[in-house]
Each structure stands twice: as structure tokens, then as C-alpha cells.
């Protein structure tokens, strides 16, 4: 019997990853009564991006594969940088994404009363005092790794002074700057971070919650942990740059817990993509530049970009699902693995649609003038329940001008002079001849179209090597398309030390496109969210922008990866 459950616990084991095992150990041992809560916590300083997702995922994830909870809290501890736009475009994403916290919304300011009693108390006990150095000041007396640092000369003020000024500080008598509040730990610690840290600092900015009552605001690393142990978080899952911190996170929170209750710290590898920038900072100058239209700009690695752009959660969740999660900090992620996420969801649940981005005239001189007819269309050869629609055919049709070469080279597969090549879910057309304007550029193709090889009649068998997309001439509605590419040239921008990275975006990002023809049945099903595969040439979705007068697409992606044939070449 014990035999037989070892073995089921080793096979669950199999399937997860090193941070569900460490929950699940817990769990098995009984810590914190078998409780298990997660949170997501991020800063509302900007919109999330793609290795947030992957954050999401984890801690949202834990929380649902072991029958846990997971709240979203905002680490609103810096006023400056914060706004409402944000919280409100975090929330978006996270549901968006398939997650939700229920009532469990919290923040980092609903926990300022509590931390400023904190500090109050580790003043009185002679582990915090207020230093009146400049922040250069105090780096320089940091020390290094192998060095240690030296004492402030403000260290050993007294209690009383200390209670003093640090109550002036947050009744807004000083200037931003001039004092900060400090752990008194050990200046020749061989950790950096526990070398007197920064717990409050003056900012006499107004909170987007709390307004002007607070004039000092904690420090990330004194407001998490107590933040986590407020809410009652079992494991706070962070990205592996916080491995230095994890001793200060569990210093400061046994101010407070004891060995019946503490969060438990778990790092992970963050996520690091090809053709991409993760710095809030720098995708903050982007916006702020103009150099993209905003936080969702479809070329953004942000989630509301991805959204727009046409991506799915379900590509996103696949995506990081298969990349999974390591102690290791990886190498660059590859932005062809997303690509091929983002390609295969696609291609089970896109409507098939004929658009011609380049459009040139092909007129089938032996089809009658007056006759119209409509051939039958598969909206997805992948899903059989997904129907068919219909489409015009008549003596005027439009090809892309690349599909067409009168001195083609061997293997061109599609129209040329004399040669032959079916229409898709239409007839085989053999060219004729063209007409040409005064500079030599070709109006209009000529060709001829055998009645027998539709679809259902005895020469539909015939075959011939090309087969080209098409759009009725007298029924096609125009649009605009928007071709989107990655915003970088470089595979690695932030390994770029010697130039500035706007130097190294992509000039040919976006491509617009007017007076491309499309199908009716596309134009008729323009609405926001939907997904088409304009046939032999990619994925689309409606822009936010376009309207029923107006239409305009985004290219979602290619049906291949163009960049890694450039590369092998």
C-alpha cells in the first residue's frame, strides 16, 4: 500500500516544475495549515509586457493547479511614477489573460499605516535611524563586495532624535532629498543589501490613493515582505534578480512573523526575448518619444499590444507553458518560439479570406460580360464544423502584381505569359497577353479561363503547379492594412553597449498599406477580435481603429518566419 502511493506521489511529481514541487512539499508537510496563497505584485508605473505574463502565469497558475488563492496587489510605493491608467490597464491584461483574484485586490498603500508603525518601532528599538546624507554620499560609504563599508556618522543618534525626524520627515518638514530612514543592520555584511538599507524616503508627491497624507513612502524591499505577510501570503514567487534580496525580504519580515506563520520566498528565471526590450524604462521613452502610437502599439512587447496586434492568451499561455520555469538564468528566448505559438492557435481558429494587398487587374476575356457567379469557400480546412461562405466570380478580378512575371525564372509556379494557373475555388486561367501605361508598368492581364475546371465538373481534376488568390473586381471593398514586424533589427538591443537603442529599431516595423481589396465576406465580418487568414499572405485582425467606413487590419503575423531563412542565410 505505501509502495503503491510513493509511486502516484513520484508520477505527480513528473509534471511539475521546481517551484509547484516546493508548493506541493509544502502542502504535503502541512505548513502554514495547508494553506496556500500566492499574489502577483506589480508596479503601477507602466503597462505589463510578455515576461510579465510569464510572472502571471506562476503565480495565478500555483495558485489554481493546487486549489489555492492568488491576489493581485499594486506596489504603489512610488508617486511619481504611478498612475490609475496603469492599475486600470493591469487589470485588463490579467483577466484577459484567463486569471482573476476575486476580492482579492490589494496594495501596497493600504499597508502604510501598518509599515510606518513598524518603523516607528524598530526606531524605538534602536534597529533604524534617519540619515541626513545624500544619496551619493551613501553609496560611496557602501563599500564593495570585497571591501566593507563605513558607518554613517548619523548612526548612532539617539532614539529620541531619530523618533524626532523621522515624524518631521512625514509631516513634510524637510526636503525631498535631504533625510532618509535606514536599517541599522551591519555595514560590513557580505550581503550589499543588508549594509544599513534605505526603509523610507522623502516624496512630497500626491498618491493616486492616498493623496498628500504621506509625505515619506517605504522602500521595495521593507514594503514586500510586510505587504506579503499582511495579506497572508504563503509563497511569494519572484524572478531570480531578487535571490540577493530573498535574506533582507526574510530580515525584515521576522519583525513580524514566527515560526506558526512566514511567507516563503521562491525565485524563478525571468524571461528574456529576441528583438526585444523588457525595460520598463526604455518601452516608457518609446511612448514617451512617440517613436511608437502608445503602450499598445501592436509592435509593443506589452500584452495590450499583443492583444491588439491580434496575438491570443491561449498562444501566450502555450508559449510559456513550453518555455517553462528555471532556477538558471536562461539565455535569450527566441521570438520565433512566441511566433510559432502565436501561428499554430491561429491557424485552428482563423476564418479563411481572400485579400489582395497589391492589387493589378486580370480581366478573363472569354468569360461573359454579364454573368456573375458565386464559388463556394472553407472558412477553416482545420475545424470541419466551421462552414463554408461564399464568394463573387466575374469577368474582372484582381491578383497581386507578384503573382504575375512575363520573363519568369524556372520554378515560378505562378502567372506568366502562356502559362497556366487555378484560381482558387474558381477556374484554371491561362494568360494572353497584358496592357501596359506609357512607362512600361502593366494595368491590366489578360487571360482566357477553361469553363470545365470548377469544382464539380469534369476538368476541376486537371491539375496545373500554381494556384493564386483572387478578389472579385466588382465587389471588392477596400481597406488598409497595417503590416507589423518585430520593433528591433538586432537580435539582442540591450547587448548593444556602444549604440543607443532607438538606433537599433526596426525601420521597416510598420508597413501601411492603402487601397488593398478584399472579399466582402471579410469586410462583412470586420468586428473587434476577430481573426482571418487573408490566404497566402498571413494573419489579420481589425484594428481598433477601423470602422465599417474605414477598415483597417493588422497584420497579426506572416504565415512563415521570413527572419530565420535571413538568418540562416
Request: aromatic share 10%; proline share 5%; charged share 30%.
Amino acid at each position: 500500500m505505501v509502495e503503491n502511493k510513493d509511486a502516484e506521489t513520484a508520477e505527480v511529481s513528473k509534471g511539475l516544475n521546481f517551484v509547484e514541487q516546493i508548493v506541493a512539499d509544502d502542502l504535503k508537510a502541512g505548513k502554514n495549515g495547508g494553506r496556500l496563497n500566492t499574489r502577483f505584485p506589480p508596479e503601477p508605473n507602466g503597462y505589463l509586457h510578455i515576461g510579465h505574463a510569464k510572472a502571471i502565469c506562476m503565480d495565478f497558475g500555483v495558485a489554481e493547479k493546487f486549489g489555492g488563492t492568488c491576489n493581485l496587489r499594486f506596489d504603489d510605493t512610488n508617486p511619481t511614477k504611478e498612475d490609475t491608467e496603469y492599475v486600470d490597464a493591469i487589470r485588463e491584461d490579467i483577466h484577459w489573460l484567463g486569471f482573476d483574484w476575486a476580492d482579492r485586490e490589494y496594495y501596497a498603500s493600504d499597508y502604510f499605516p501598518q509599515l510606518y508603525d513598524l518603523a516607528i518601532r524598530m526606531i524605538k528599538e534602536g534597529k533604524a535611524y534617519v540619515d541626513d546624507q545624500t544619496s551619493e554620499e551613501i553609496a560611496a560609504q557602501k563599500g564593495t563586495p570585497t571591501q566593507p563599508g563605513t558607518n554613517s556618522p548619523y548612526r548612532e543618534r539617539s532614539v529620541e532624535e531619530n523618533l524626532d525626524l523621522f515624524q518631521r520627515m512625514n509631516a513634510g518638514e524637510f526636503d525631498e532629498g535631504a533625510r532618509v530612514l535606514r536599517a541599522k543592520i551591519d555595514m560590513a555584511s557580505s550581503n550589499m543589501h543588508f549594509r544599513d538599507p534605505i526603509m523610507y524616503r522623502i516624496i512630497k508627491y500626491p498618491h493616486h490613493r492616498t493623496g498628500n497624507t504621506w509625505n515619506v513612502y517605504p522602500m521595495y524591499d521593507f514594503a514586500h515582505g510586510q505587504s506579503d505577510y499582511f495579506e497572508g501570503v504563503t509563497h511569494s514567487i519572484c524572478t531570480l534578480e531578487f535571490v540577493p534580496h530573498r535574506p533582507l525580504y526574510e530580515y525584515f519580515v521576522k519583525e513580524l512573523a514566527d515560526e506558526s506563520y512566514c511567507p516563503r520566498q521562491i525565485e524563478f528565471n525571468r524571461l528574456n526575448l529576441t528583438y526585444t526590450v523588457m525595460s520598463k524604462r526604455k518601452l516608457l521613452q518609446l511612448v514617451k518619444e512617440k517613436l511608437v502610437a502608445g503602450w499598445d502599439d501592436p509592435r509593443m512587447p506589452t500584452i495590450s499590444g499583443m492583444r491588439r496586434r491580434g496575438y491570443t492568451p491561449r498562444a501566450i499561455r502555450n508559449f510559456i507553458d513550453r518555455i517553462g520555469y528555471t532556477k538558471i538564468e536562461e539565455a535569450m528566448i527566441s521570438v520565433s518560439l512566441l511566433e510559432h505559438a502565436v501561428r499554430e492557435d491561429l491557424n485552428a481558429i482563423s476564418t479563411r479570406g481572400m485579400a489582395v494587398i497589391n492589387p493589378v487587374k486580370l480581366v478573363i476575356t472569354n468569360y461573359p460580360d454579364d454573368q456573375n457567379e458565386m464559388v463556394e469557400m472553407e472558412n477553416n480546412p482545420e475545424n470541419p464544423t466551421s462552414g463554408t461562405h461564399t464568394m463573387p466570380f466575374s469577368k474582372e478580378i484582381y491578383i497581386e502584381r507578384d503573382d504575375f512575371m512575363e520573363n519568369p525564372p524556372k520554378k515560378f509556379f505562378r502567372l506568366a505569359p502562356d502559362s497556366e494557373v487555378r484560381l482558387k475555388g474558381a477556374y484554371i486561367v491561362k494568360c494572353t497577353g497584358v496592357k501596359k501605361d506609357a512607362d512600361g508598368n502593366i494595368e491590366e492581364i489578360y487571360c482566357t479561363y477553361d469553363p470545365e475546371t470548377r469544382s464539380g465538373l469534369p476538368g476541376s481534376q486537371r491539375k496545373v503547379k500554381g494556384t493564386l488568390h483572387w478578389v472579385d473586381a466588382k465587389h471588392a471593398v477596400d481597406a488598409t492594412v497595417r503590416l507589423y514586424d518585430r520593433l528591433f533589427s538586432v537580435e539582442n538591443p540591450s547587448a548593444e553597449t556602444d549604440k543607443d537603442f532607438r538606433e537599433l529599431l526596426n525601420p521597416e516595423s510598420l508597413i501601411e498599406i492603402r487601397g488593398v481589396k478584399l472579399e466582402p465576406f471579410i469586410a462583412e465580418n470586420a468586428r473587434k477580435g476577430e481573426k482571418f487568414q487573408f490566404q497566402r499572405i498571413g494573419y489579420f485582425t481589425p484594428d481598433y481603429d477601423s470602422t465599417s467606413e474605414n477598415l483597417i487590419f493588422n497584420r497579426t503575423i506572416a504565415l512563415k518566419d521570413s527572419w530565420e531563412k535571413v538568418k540562416k542565410a
